[in-house]
């Protein structure tokens, strides 16, 4: 299909439990369908499947809810009236929908008929469930509601900075693009500034970051766990590996792949003849060639890589045609909007929302195709069962959008006419795997740093990044006189504030995409067919054998690293 005249939109399934015009304006509206699901009679397995489902429907509807009004706010941070929608959600909302939701999870974790569920996914879904009830507290629900408010102010925070470089105010993503200028008093002028920005506001941040830590405790504790990082491990559901397994991780990286990292900025600092290099060095083609530029605005951008997604498998096309007839696309930055990118399920419909800030380079290439490739996840896995078998964790989620990142290379003419240029990018593209392993280790281990010792003051918070950084940094960039910039920055990854713990998975899920593209570059059409078999799953599988689907290991051991990055070095010496 080559239009979006020719896709079929999708529609929403009915609501046959809900009612098909049902709206809500507070708890009192939603009040009697959670009673309906909890006093209800259950007399067979049967019984419990439609129990199942309804409860699904009315979750997919209110998870759908909340999508859009989180996604209206993050569009324009400015914008009082989306806060107060937001914040009605977050505060008069979601506090009823904790304890209910925990009702219900009792009264089916009781139910006699549960062993007759015999569909694939329900096993996976009670033992989340059953994880879900033994950490709940109801003394949790108002902190959680108060840590939810208070991680929304990030974005707020983040999304109205802006510096003004030659006369012209911009935002940080814009003038970080003078990174890759091969003037290098640019470079410098730009990093500066941008540095200075934020440095801005880091009492600010480290303030808010001191709230958030002091309420996670709190609520870890509460739940009877020792730190806040043990109770997310339950919270998530990581029933598949441990700490432990995290810092083998770490261990592995600094020994596999951080001395790559030397080598490369070393080699960078060479080619470019330089006395030293800095951190504005980084970004600049070393052969002094002008800054790639794979597209011209958001329309352009979102043509091409509709085109490129075609050309790997025609319906991974259809998607994002889909997704454009429908206006689920927000992609180019601008002052107001909050930052970074996300690609957002949206329960009921089953077609996704993506966000994005791009300006025109090609990292912000590489961001389409990473959250597309959560977008085709969400389109494959919008038939199952229930809901909550749409709820992948996050280890397979981050798969499903690195893979396609890889997947897509031989298709990236689509946005370099120039052989040369096409070459660049995928060179860079793949020195940004090595360089993505190290940084995920750090905010990592950072984290757990963070919140086995929650009562830290901010020099020891400084002192404790300044260590954890250096462990997986090369050793070849010059800092010296830019320290103060250094200790600070933790705090532009906004999962620190926003998504706590959920950074591990892209270490993890990188592996596995490296291990997706191998397969593909050995066979095509196995690697792929391989790749969406593991997508179709949903979460009916453990992650190990959603990852066994996709004919690769679960595995992050030092070998298993060291070979993926031997792998995508020979690809490296290959362009």
Not at 375 to 404: C, G, I, W
Not at 537 to 542: H, K, M, S
């Amino acid at each position: 299909m080559s239009s979006t005249q020719a896709i079929k939109i999708p529609s929403r399934p009915a609501r046959n439990f809900i009612g098909e015009d049902f709206q809500f304006s507070s708890w009192e509206d939603l009040k009697p369908l959670y009673e309906d699901l909890q006093n209800r009679s259950i007399g067979n397995a049967g019984d419990l499947k439609k129990w199942f489902a309804d409860r699904s429907e009315l979750e997919s509807y209110l998870s759908e809810n909340f999508a859009w009004r989180y996604i209206r706010q993050t569009c324009d941070t400015a914008n009082e009236e989306l806060i107060k929608e937001l914040q009605f959600f977050i505060s008069e909302i979601q506090p009823h929908l904790a304890a209910a939701g925990n009702e219900l999870d009792k009264k089916a974790n009781s139910d006699p008929f549960l062993g007759e569920l015999n569909d694939q996914g329900f096993g996976i879904m009670l033992r989340g469930m059953r994880k879900a009830i033994e950490i709940f507290r109801d003394e949790n629900i108002p902190l959680q509601t108060e840590a939810q408010s208070e991680e929304r102010k990030y974005g707020a925070i983040a999304g109205a900075m802006t510096v003004t470089l030659d006369g012209e105010e911009m935002t940080l993503q814009k003038a970080a693009d003078r990174l890759q200028s091969t003037d290098r008093a640019t470079r410098e002028t730009a990093w500066r500034a941008i540095a200075e920005r934020r440095y801005q506001d880091h009492e600010t941040l480290d303030e808010l970051l001191d709230k958030l830590i002091a309420l996670r405790d709190q609520i870890g504790k509460n739940a009877g766990f020792d730190n806040y990082r043990d109770y997310m491990f339950a919270a998530m559901g990581r029933f598949d590996y441990t700490a432990q397994d995290c810092f083998d991780f770490h261990t592995a990286v600094s020994r596999s792949v951080v001395p790559l990292l030397s080598d490369m900025a070393e080699e960078r600092r060479s080619k470019l003849q330089l006395a030293s290099l800095r951190p504005w060095d980084h970004k600049v083609d070393t052969d002094g060639r002008a800054p790639l530029k794979p597209f011209e605005g958001g329309e352009d951008l979102l043509n091409k890589t509709i085109r490129c997604f075609t050309r790997l498998d025609p319906y991974l096309g259809d998607c994002l045609r889909i997704m454009k007839a429908m206006n689920h696309l927000d992609l180019e930055s601008r002052k107001g909007k909050a930052p970074g990118g996300y690609n957002y399920p949206l329960s009921e419909i089953g077609v996704p929302f993506i966000f994005m800030n791009a300006t025109s380079n090609l990292r912000d290439m590489i961001t389409l195709l990473h959250e597309g490739g959560h977008a085709v996840h969400s389109f494959v896995t919008r038939d199952l069962l229930l809901n909550s078998f749409k709820q992948t964790p996050s280890e397979v989620a981050e798969l499903a959008s690195m893979s396609m990142e890889l997947l897509t290379m031989d298709y990236w003419d689509e946005f370099f006419d120039n052989g040369q240029d096409l070459v660049r990018a995928k060179r860079q593209h793949l020195e940004s795997i090595i360089e993505t392993l190290p940084w995920v280790a750090t905010i990592d281990k950072f984290q757990h740093w963070l919140y086995e010792h929650p009562a830290h003051s901010h020099e020891e918070r400084s002192l404790a990044w300044n260590r954890i950084f250096g462990e997986f940094a090369e050793n070849i960039t010059d800092w010296s006189g830019l320290e103060r910039f250094r200790s600070y920055a933790w705090q532009r990854q906004l999962h620190l504030y926003e998504v706590p713990f959920y950074y591990i998975e892209y270490g993890i899920a990188q592996l596995g995409a490296i291990a997706v593209w191998k397969n593909y570059r050995e066979n095509k059409s196995k690697g792929l067919e391989g790749y969406l078999n593991a997508l179709r799953l949903g979460y009916t599988a453990t992650i190990g054998d959603i990852y066994k689907a996709a004919g690769i290991p679960f595995d992050f051991s030092e070998k298993h690293i060291a070979d993926l990055i031997g792998f995508v070095k020979s690809e490296l010496e290959s362009l």
